[in-house]
């Protein structure tokens, strides 16, 4: 098919400008047998309020509980054989 | 990179090669051309022989950061590659007599990404992370080093080339993990600056390719193996497949060479390296291994058995090299190869 057979399509607008303070959804997959997953802007913060040291957009969190990088996973759940699944 | 001393016939016959005018290799090409035939059909073990590896190595290079002196027309020059794909055939097919497939496990991510779970789960030889961990020397922890650099100071460099090969998810995926690698726009937080400063800390000479003649043939093999996946498309789902199970197998590995290089007295320059990868590749190896591996095996079924393959070869090479390390380390050998003095 040629350009020229198709009718013209409304050039897509985009669901939320870069900049306009809308944030990416966020998004948290329950990685199974493992931690939690999660993309997007977020906010990860203490229990006192304060943002957590944090180095990379996507992050996993601990829930298997044995990390000793919490609340990040550090890939421990693999040693302790946790099932997320009863 | 700097120019490495040849090892045998054919690498000594590339390096001239490549140093000189195209017009001037056209004689040293031919006679390469019959050299690696006849070596390739008369090697014991490919992966062991440092000829072969060197040669190979160096015919990637071009693609990377070159070689100095090498003119930069080599790379896409048709003869030499005719040479390169001989080597790599040869290699490849070693490659793959390494790898068994068991009983394929279905086509979604969550099933691909399962199944790599339980190949990088399984217990493949001997653990260099213990050993680094409990009873390495500072000698060892330099060679170490040196194993690992040909590798790190490039970290990332060999997947990125499976990006424009990929869509979708599995593109997004391999980005992602890529951006991290590369620092998320911060030069000093690359993964290979990273691992410069951690030799540095060592006393060592960050450039890369700096221990290039140090290194022995299967430690060369483990980086070949992820040019060949990275720059042959139709082994994207190879690459692919080998980057999952790389980062599968990061996380705990890095823990305890962090604490190996602490039991030394090294501080944060040297080990931040090895700390930012056990929770870096917390994060990859799920990304990898439901969006980007399985992920990709969605959209393709056919490259199911690809993913696979890359991501056993991956795991059977670096398990070769390190038993050639512990095995030289037990018998209190080093395992670099003697000839090259290990400069620091
Ligand atoms: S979930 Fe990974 S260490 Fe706890």
């Known amino acids: 098919m040629t350009a020229d057979m198709t009718p013209k399509a409304p050039v897509p607008v985009p669901e939320r400008s870069l900049n306009s303070g809308n944030a990416a959804p966020v998004s948290i997959v329950a990685c199974p047998n493992g931690p939690l997953l999660i993309r997007g802007d977020f906010e990860l913060v203490g229990a006192d309020g304060e943002e957590l040291p944090r180095t990379r957009r996507t992050v996993a969190l601990c829930r298997c509980g044995a990390s000793v990088l919490k609340p990040y996973c550090d890939g421990s759940h693999k040693l302790t054989g946790f099932r997320s699944e009863p | ?344």
């Open chain 2, 1 to 344: 990179m700097k120019q490495p001393s040849p090892r045998g016939e054919i690498s000594t016959l590339v390096l001239n090669t490549i140093t000189g005018t195209v017009d001037a290799g056209q004689d040293s090409l031919a006679r390469l051309a019959t050299l690696v035939e006849e070596a390739v059909a008369a090697v014991p073990d490919i992966l062991y022989d440092d000829d072969l590896q060197l040669a190979l190595f160096c015919l990637y290079e071009l693609h990377y950061s070159g070689i100095d002196e090498a003119g930069d027309d080599w790379e896409w020059n048709p003869d030499l590659l005719r040479v390169r794909q001989q080597i790599e055939k040869a290699f490849e097919r070693r490659v793959r007599d390494e790898v068994i497939l068991g009983d394929l496990p279905g086509t979604t991510s969550e099933a691909v990404c399962a199944e790599l779970f339980r190949m990088t789960g399984a217990d493949s030889g001997p653990s260099m992370s213990r050993f680094v961990a409990k009873s390495a020397t500072d000698d060892q922890l330099h060679e170490f080093a040196v194993h690992k650099s040909i590798f790190q100071l490039k970290e990332a460099d060999p997947h990125t080339f499976a990006i424009p090969r990929l869509s979708g998810r599995a593109k997004a995926a391999l980005v992602e993990i890529q951006a991290d690698e590369y620092g998320n726009g911060l030069p000093a937080r690359m993964h290979s600056a990273l691992f410069a400063r951690t030799m540095r800390e060592l006393g060592m000479d960050d450039t890369y390719g700096a221990y290039l003649d140090a290194a022995p043939a299967i430690t060369l093999a483990t980086n070949n193996v992820m040019s060949l996946f990275g720059l042959n498309r139709r082994l994207r789902g190879a690459a692919v497949g080998h980057l999952a199970a790389y980062e599968m197998t990061s996380s705990q590995p890095n823990r305890l060479y962090s604490r190996g290089f602490k039991r030394h007295g090294y501080g944060e320059g040297a080990t931040e390296y090895f700390d930012e990868h056990v929770e870096a590749d917390a994060v990859h190896e799920q990304i990898a291994g439901r969006d980007m591996a399985g992920g990709l095996v969605e959209s393709d079924p056919g490259l199911l058995q690809d993913v696979l393959f890359g991501a056993a070869a991956g795991l059977a090479i670096d398990t070769r090299m390190t038993i050639h390390i512990m095995e030289a380390w037990e018998s209190g050998r080093s395992s670099l190869r003697p000839s090259a003095a290990m400069a620091s």
